[in-house]
């Protein structure tokens, strides 16, 4: 097993929940807190927090969100997160409902399958490109992550694992634009990930991934993108069979 990196695991930090005092409200979301060495606008801190999380899987398919309850959980005022929210609506990912609460959408069957029609080449596209300009010390944090998604028995963790190893070969590719779609295409599928855990322990959702770095590490785009599609299509089967 390889050694961890010096680093801080974000997943050993609570992620932020809460609901606020007052009339009954839907409980928010876990969300990490908000960076507060950025000198973004909180507007954006405020979008970026709810879409990770809904990239990383860790808000569910018809969860309901609401900006009383996330604006409880981040310390920060209503209107942020209600603009945060109309935005994710307008996304896509959201749909609204009564009492100023928004659903996350379900996928369908055949929205599913249109996303893995456009999943399997621009996601092959990036992992090639990361065998080349992935860097050595990148590399050991993809092990590092590995190993940490067999340790952990909570899910929440594994999905959050999964996410940073996918993301940090994605960045690693250096192609903002083909990253940016990707991005969209991962908060649309993140929530249903979940559904996986109803089918496959989490050693079997992280075997295809020791191939994924092992090909990576030996520089070898074609074994990588053949590993990186058997870990798509291993999770695509049993979600398809789920929705």
Do not use: C
Not at 8 to 19: A, R, V
Not at 110 to 129: F, K, S
Not at 142 to 151: G, I, N, P, Q, S
Request: net charge neutral; no cysteine.
């Amino acid at each position: 097993m390889n050694a961890a990196p010096h680093m801080n695991d974000p997943t050993d930090k609570p992620l932020k929940t809460g609901m606020p005092r007052g009339r009954p409200a839907v409980v928010a979301p876990a969300l990490e807190p908000l960076d507060a060495t950025s000198e973004g606008p909180v507007d954006r801190q405020v979008y970026q927090a709810i879409r990770k999380s809904l990239m990383a899987g860790a808000i569910q398919p018809g969860s309901k969100l609401s900006s009383r309850s996330i604006a409880g959980a981040l310390g920060v005022s209503q209107m942020p997160v209600r603009e945060a929210l109309k935005r994710l609506d307008a996304d896509g990912v959201l749909r609204s409902s009564a009492k100023s609460a928004f659903v996350v959408h379900n996928l369908t069957q055949e929205e599913y399958r249109e996303i893995l029609a456009v999943r399997l080449p621009l996601e092959g596209l990036l992992i090639r490109r990361a065998t080349e300009r992935v860097s050595a010390a990148e590399i050991d944090m993809t092990f590092w992550l590995v190993d940490r998604m067999k340790a952990s028995r909570d899910w929440r963790h594994v999905l959050k694992y999964n996410f940073d190893l996918h993301f940090l070969l994605y960045r690693s590719a250096e192609m903002p634009y083909v990253l940016s779609i990707v991005e969209n295409i991962w908060l649309r599928i993140g929530p249903a990930l979940h559904m996986v855990n109803e089918a496959m322990p989490i050693e079997r959702v992280a075997e295809p991934l020791d191939e994924v770095v092992a090909a990576v590490r030996a520089r070898d785009p074609d074994r990588a993108e053949a590993a990186l599609h058997a870990d798509i299509l291993l999770n695509a089967d049993n979600l398809l069979a789920r929705l």
